[in-house]
């Protein structure tokens, strides 16, 4: 696609007059620390999305999620998010050795407003609360901790604009399943078959190995 003819915006007081300014309650909206609200959002929340970028600007956001409350509160200012095992990539890892700072979303399934929360980040491989973090029998290798600098919610206009938690707008077979998209980009001389067994119901029953 030529881009060439696209009007782009290029500097920060042409952006202001595009979309206006914020309101003064968004605009002073964060918080450097967890209100009592803030620690109850993330007790409930089993999911949560980590932004890092590296130090030449490369970025990465990749999901976390275990039981609800996964992520530990450890004061007003600090969060503790463990790791579990993946696909061994470690990019977001990899950016916060280079770049301390992080942002990260919570979601609750079913609610439209997130919580956020910026800061700087530190890789943690023990410490005496790792024992918290412990999930089925795992105890985890690694935990982010976090040095909270910002807190804030978004509302919740993407989530009904886009009608995310409603079922009958769910699609999951509109784009090629799992399986297809390995065979296609990853695991081209594995069969199908193999691979559509592999992602297929037992695909979760080790999810907590090492």
């Known amino acids: 696609m030529d881009t060439q003819d696209c009007t782009e915006v290029t500097d920060a007081a042409e952006l202001r007059a595009l979309l206006g300014e914020p309101s003064a309650r968004d605009a002073a909206k964060e918080r450097p620390t967890l209100h009592e609200h803030d620690r109850a959002f993330i007790a409930a929340a089993p999911f949560c999305v980590m932004a890092t970028a590296g130090a030449d600007g490369s970025c990465d956001a990749s999901p976390k999620g275990d039981p609800a409350g996964f992520t530990l509160v450890l004061d007003e200012r600090t969060i503790a ?29 079913g609610r439209g407003d997130t919580l956020r929360v910026n800061g700087r980040a530190r890789l943690v491989r023990d410490a ?77 029953g080790d999810l907590y190995g090492s």
């Open 81 to 109: 998010v463990p790791e579990r095992p993946g696909n061994r990539r470690a990019d977001g890892f990899h950016n916060i050795l280079a770049n301390p700072h992080v942002g990260l979303l919570y979601l609750i399934p």
């Open 128 to 204: 005496p609360f790792f024992d918290r973090l412990t999930v089925k029998g795992h105890r985890p290798r690694l935990a982010v901790v976090v040095e909270i600098e910002a807190v804030y919610y978004h509302c919740s206009k993407a989530f009904l604009r886009s009608a995310l938690w409603k079922p009958e707008t769910w699609n999951p077979d509109a784009a090629p399943s799992r399986a297809r998209i390995s065979k296609s980009l990853e695991r081209r001389d594995e069969p199908l078959a193999a691979l559509e067994e592999y992602y297929g119901p037992s695909y979760g």
